[in-house]
């Protein structure tokens, strides 16, 4: 903060330098930066707690002094008159408003348009002794009180007001924990950054009550402290050690890449290339040993264990991540049992054909040198000679399902061999199925690219040696586009 003024010191960028600075301390004592500086009594506690004023003062005066290559003494002088004003005035400015714990969106309103200068002062005043009111680390009931007075206040004063207020809470380490989600349940969090963002469908599970009430009230309003806020926290999440799916790296990965997927898809995320770059990161973790190993190995043959590999490749940029994914490909591709090895077991015709057509257009699309594609092309050509185009053609392409991917249906769980955009395969299938039948059933997708379970209508097409081949459809309009999305990415 760059301050002339008293005013000035109580001023929108002024009071994130104080939240920013005396952070530690806020936690300590349960308070946000909005009471710290708009209530006399937090004024007192603070010149009473030691050496904890000045130093704060001091780190104001060091940041500014670099910045305005002044003597850091002078600076110090001229900061602690400034804070000392800035103190003098929210005290004679309170003793005026007596009741201002109890002053409601309007009253607020009318304290912030009083004038151009004061008015904002006083009506930081009011916001501060209404937080004072519920007592010192009740979070809730401060988020709560925060959100009623939102409901009501117009004067644009009054909503930067609890615009940054509300992103103080959002960011403060044990009001954050309440409010938006504790830091060990990062799924949550994630829920929470997305929702505020502006995705309608956040994912499955809810969302903490105050962030389902902040998104209901800040749709059509601008918010840029709360929007910062949800990117930094964020940010924050993604580069922490929790897991998004509960240690489990198949559910990590497709976890990761839907969440790679939203915030590129939401402009409030997309513009943060920090946001791209953690991700990025956070995907390189996956391709540490004791992560990779257990994704590969719950794969069943060659084939699978490719696609996972070649998915990673180009989900990442680290080279020596990439140097090490590579090493590990070639290893599998020149394996002497490679044709043998390549398929799952019991695989139908068709299933083998769709499989070594996604694996050979993965090869295709990488990032792999010319030299690796061409050899991969030379050992596909023998391995899949035996592999004809002959079958029914098929219009979407098919994804082969992982060794976790189910079908409920007629009571079973049975298998998902393959699936599309408007298909599936599964078996072996033990009831009835006629073509032309139609049936309900519950897809359920928890594999290394997409992790998600719909309701769907089949209409069985084929039914041979207990595989069933179906079309299906989906009434969930947020679940098409998902499969929308994972089908043409």
């Excluded at 928890?446 to 595989?467: H, K, P, Q």
Aim: glycine share 8%.
């Amino acid at each position: 903060m760059f301050c002339v003024t008293p005013p000035e010191a109580l001023g929108d960028a002024a009071r994130e330098t104080l939240f920013r600075v005396a952070q530690p301390y806020l936690d300590q004592v349960r308070i946000t930066a909005t009471e710290l500086a708009f209530d006399p009594r937090e004024h007192r506690k603070i010149l009473n707690s030691g050496t904890k004023f000045q130093e704060y003062v001091q780190r104001v005066a060091i940041l500014q002094g670099q910045q305005l290559k002044n003597p850091v003494a002078e600076r110090m002088r001229q900061t602690l008159e400034l804070v000392d004003g800035a103190m003098l005035l929210v005290d004679t400015e309170a003793k005026k408003l007596p009741d201002a714990h109890v002053a409601d969106a309007l009253a607020i309103d009318r304290l912030a348009a009083t004038d151009a200068t004061l008015g904002p002062v006083r009506a930081g005043i009011a916001l501060a002794a209404n937080l004072a009111a519920v007592g010192p680390g009740n979070w809730t009931a401060r988020g709560n009180r925060c959100l009623e007075l939102l409901d009501g206040v117009r004067d644009p004063a009054s909503l930067a007001l609890l615009d940054r207020t509300i992103a103080e809470l959002m960011r403060m380490k044990l009001s954050g924990a309440v409010l938006v989600g504790p830091s060990d349940n990062l799924a949550l969090v994630v829920r929470a950054c997305l929702a505020l963002a502006g995705d309608a469908a956040p994912g499955p599970g809810g969302l903490p009550p105050f962030v389902a009430g902040l998104v209901a009230r800040k749709a059509g309003r601008a918010m840029p402290c709360v929007d910062r806020a949800t990117v930094e926290i964020l940010n924050g999440a993604i580069t922490g050690a929790a897991s998004l799916a509960k240690r489990d790296p198949t559910l990590e990965l497709s976890s990761t890449r839907d969440l790679r997927r939203k915030v590129t898809s939401l402009p409030l995320l997309a513009a943060d290339k920090d946001l791209a770059d953690n991700l990025s990161r956070r995907l390189t973790r996956l391709t540490a040993p004791e992560s990779l190993n257990p994704l590969i190995a719950r794969e069943v043959g060659i084939g699978r264990k490719l696609l996972v590999l070649l998915g990673l490749h180009a989900d990442i940029e680290d080279p020596n991540a990439r140097k090490y994914l590579v090493a590990t490909i070639d290893g599998l591709v020149e394996n002497q049992e490679f044709k043998s090895d390549f398929y799952v077991p019991g695989m139908a015709h068709d299933e083998k054909r769709a499989l070594a057509a996604q694996v050979s257009q993965a090869y295709a699309t990488s990032q792999l040198s010319d030299s690796k594609r061409q050899r991969f092309r030379e050992i596909a050509a023998t391995a899949f000679a035996d592999l004809t185009a002959s079958g029914e053609r098929r219009v979407s392409p098919r994804s082969i399902a992982g060794p976790e991917d189910r079908v409920l249906v007629g009571g079973q769980r049975v298998q998902l061999r393959n699936w599309s955009e408007t298909g599936v395969m599964f078996g072996p299938f033990a009831g009835i199925a006629q073509p032309g039948q139609h049936m309900k059933a519950t897809i359920m997708l928890r594999n290394g690219y997409i992790s998600m379970g719909f309701e769907a209508d089949l209409e069985i097409v084929r039914f041979v040696d207990g595989l069933v081949g179906a079309r299906y459809t989906c009434a969930d309009p947020h679940v098409r586009q998902r499969i929308k999305a994972h089908f043409r990415a």
